[in-house]
C-alpha cells in the first residue's frame, strides 16, 4: 500500500511542543514524501463529530514557538467509551461509537492516523489499531510518565516554568522566615515536582512514590529553623500523598475517561505543619501555568525529532508504533505497549539518590 493521505490528531492535555510536532509532522509529509495532510480537531472528538480539514504548508509554519495546539484536543472522547447522553437520573450514559470512527476515517481516505498524546490517546489508537486502523504515535505530556520512553516532548518546559516559580517563591520565604509549599502538577508520577525541585534547590521534595510521613516533614521545618534558617521550602506532588493515606482530590470529571483531578495537597499540608510547627507556612498551586506558553528549546528539538521520526515510520510502512526516546536515541515500541500504563520514579532513580546526598528531605525517615 503505498500512503497518500494521513490525519494528525493532539490528544489529552495541552503541553508546550505539541504545535512543534505538528509542524515537523506535517511539513515533511508534504515536502519530503508528497502526502496529503488532514489536521483532526480536538483529539478523538473530531474523528467522532467527523471535524477535519486539510493543512497546507502555510498552517504548518510559524507554529514552532505556539504554546497549546492550533488543532485544539480533548480529554473526553475515547471512541469505545464516550458520552452520548445523561439517564433520568442524571449520569451519563456511554457508549461505543467505534463503527462511525472507522466510517470517517475511510470517508476522508486517511491512510494512517498520528496520534499525538499520553498514555489515554495511546489507549484510544490501540482500540482503533485493533480496527485495523493504522496509527503512529509521538508520546506527549509534562508528567513524563509515558512507558518506554525516557522524556516526553513538554516536560522540560514544564520543569522551567515550575522551576522559575520555585525560585520566585524563594525569595518571598525568606524575607517573611516562612514554610512555602509549591504544587506541582504530575498525576500520579513525581517528575516533575523531582526535577522541579531538585532544580530549585528545595528543601523538601514530595511525590506520590514516597508516602510521607507529616511528623518527619515538621521535624525537618522545626530542625532547620532551630538551625537558624529561617525558611523552608517544600516542593510537592499534586499525587503526593501520607504514608496510609490517600490522595487528595480536587474533582470528578464524570465524563472523561480518566475522571480524577487532583489537587490541593499543599493546602492541607501548609495547615497540618502550621498547627504542629507553629512555622507560618503558604501554600502555591502552580496548576495550568505549567502546560501553558511557549516550549523550551529542548522540547523544540525533541518535538521536531519526534515529529520527523514519525514520518519515516510511515514512510517505512512501520505502523502501529510510538516513537521513543531510549539511551538519547529515537526508537520505537508498539503503541500497544504503552497505553493504559505510567512510568513512575524509581526509589534508586540516580536524582534521588543525588538530592538525599545533599540533605534534601523525602519527608520519611531514612529518606
Ligand atoms: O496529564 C497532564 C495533566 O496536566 C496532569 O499533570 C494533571 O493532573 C491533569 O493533566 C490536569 O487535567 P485537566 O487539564 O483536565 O485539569
Known amino acids: 500500500m503505498s500512503v497518500k493521505r494521513i490525519g494528525v490528531l493532539t490528544g489529552g492535555g495541552d503541553c508546550p511542543g505539541l504545535n512543534a510536532v505538528i509542524r515537523a509532522v506535517a511539513k515533511t509529509a508534504i515536502n519530503d514524501h508528497g502526502w496529503e495532510v488532514i489536521g483532526i480537531e480536538d483529539g478523538f472528538l473530531g474523528i467522532i463529530r467527523n471535524r477535519m480539514?486539510?493543512?497546507?504548508?502555510?498552517?504548518?509554519?510559524?507554529?514552532?514557538?505556539?504554546?497549546?495546539?492550533?488543532?485544539g484536543t480533548s480529554n473526553k472522547a475515547d471512541p469505545a467509551n464516550f458520552m452520548v447522553g445523561i439517564d433520568e437520573d442524571g449520569k451519563p450514559v456511554f457508549d461505543d461509537v467505534t463503527p462511525r470512527c472507522i466510517e470517517h476515517i475511510s470517508a476522508r481516505e486517511l491512510d494512517v492516523i498520528v496520534c499525538i498524546g499520553g498514555d489515554g490517546t495511546m489507549s484510544g489508537a490501540s482500540h482503533l489499531i485493533s480496527t485495523g486502523i493504522r496509527c503512529i504515535g509521538v508520546p506527549k505530556t509534562i508528567d513524563n510518565d509515558l512507558m518506554h520512553t525516557e522524556v516526553?516532548?513538554?516536560?522540560?518546559?514544564?520543569?522551567?516554568?515550575?522551576?522559575?516559580?520555585?525560585?520566585?517563591?524563594?525569595?518571598?520565604?525568606?524575607?517573611?522566615?516562612?514554610?512555602?509549599?509549591?504544587?506541582?502538577?504530575?498525576?500520579?508520577?513525581g517528575w516533575l515536582t523531582l526535577y522541579a525541585g531538585a532544580a530549585s534547590g528545595a528543601d523538601?521534595?514530595?511525590?506520590?512514590?514516597?508516602?510521607?510521613?507529616?511528623?518527619?516533614?515538621?521535624?525537618?521545618c522545626k530542625t532547620r529553623s532551630k538551625r537558624g534558617k529561617a525558611f523552608?521550602?517544600?516542593?510537592?506532588?499534586e499525587g503526593a500523598k501520607p504514608i496510609g493515606g490517600e490522595v487528595v482530590i480536587d474533582q470528578i470529571i464524570?465524563?472523561?475517561?480518566?475522571?480524577?483531578?487532583l489537587g490541593g495537597v499543599s493546602n492541607?499540608?501548609?495547615?497540618?505543619?502550621?498547627?504542629?510547627?507553629?512555622?507560618?507556612?503558604?501554600?502555591?498551586?502552580?496548576g495550568h501555568v505549567q502546560r501553558g506558553g511557549t516550549p523550551c528549546a529542548h522540547d523544540r528539538v525533541l518535538a521536531t525529532q519526534f515529529g520527523y521520526h514519525a514520518t519515516e515510520l510511515i514512510a517505512a510502512e512501520e505502523f502501529n508504533r510510538m516513537v521513543v526516546m531510549q539511551d538519547a536515541k529515537l526508537a520505537n515500541v508498539p503503541i500497544t505497549d504503552?497505553?493504559?500504563?505510567?512510568?513512575?520514579?524509581?526509589?534508586?532513580d540516580p536524582l534521588i539518590r543525588a538530592c538525599r546526598a545533599i540533605g534534601v528531605s523525602f519527608g520519611v525517615s531514612g529518606l
Open 232 to 237: 523552608t521550602i517544600i516542593a510537592v506532588a
Open 268 to 286: 492541607v499540608l501548609a495547615r497540618q505543619i502550621e498547627t504542629n510547627t507553629r512555622l507560618e507556612c503558604r501554600a502555591t498551586v502552580l
Open 152 to 189: 516526553t516532548f513538554g516536560f522540560h518546559t514544564a520543569v522551567q516554568i515550575a522551576t522559575e516559580a520555585l525560585d520566585r517563591i524563594h525569595t518571598t520565604a525568606s524575607s517573611h522566615h516562612r514554610v512555602m509549599l509549591v504544587e506541582m502538577m504530575g498525576r500520579n508520577a
Open 254 to 261: 464524570a465524563d472523561s475517561p480518566d475522571p480524577i483531578r
Open 53 to 71: 480539514h486539510p493543512l497546507s504548508m502555510g498552517d504548518a509554519s510559524n507554529i514552532l514557538t505556539q504554546g497549546g495546539t492550533i488543532l
Open 338 to 348: 504503552v497505553a493504559d500504563q505510567q512510568r513512575t520514579v524509581e526509589m534508586d
Open 204 to 220: 523538601v521534595i514530595l511525590i506520590p512514590e514516597i508516602p510521607y510521613d507529616v511528623d518527619v516533614v515538621c521535624d525537618y
